[in-house]
Nanobody, 114 residues
């Protein structure tokens, strides 16, 4: 059974940092392009970043480029999103997943506020 479990969300001050984790079971992260998407209150889903399988090329939305870093630990079968220089507009529910397979986690809430 496939499970993706996000963690690491919480309250951060503007300019602060958080690291999100996405632990996978029944699913080998490194075999897939893995995505982080987010949904801000009252808004639709927004692609944040993804990492390709194999060589692991990374891609970012313009809104997070230079501030967020996606990575994975193949040994731990875990995907990460390091978020630095957080802004209030980064407040959202963050999900990890693989769109083609339809596998998604339950989300972790990030709130950026002073």
């Amino acid at each position: 059974q496939v499970q993706l479990v996000e963690s690491g969300g919480g309250l951060a001050q503007p300019g602060g940092s958080l690291r999100l984790s996405c632990a996978a079971s029944g699913f080998t992260l490194s075999s897939y392009w893995m995505y982080w998407v987010r949904q801000a209150p009252g808004k639709g889903l927004e692609w944040v970043s993804h990492i390709e399988n194999g060589g692991g090329s990374t891609h970012y939305a313009d809104s997070v480029k230079g501030r967020f870093t996606i990575s994975r630990d193949n040994a731990k079968n875990t995907l990460y999103l390091q978020m630095n220089s957080l802004k209030p507009e980064d407040t959202a529910l963050y999900y990890c997943g693989d769109p083609p397979s339809g596998y998604w986690g339950q989300g972790t809430l990030v709130t950026v506020s002073s």
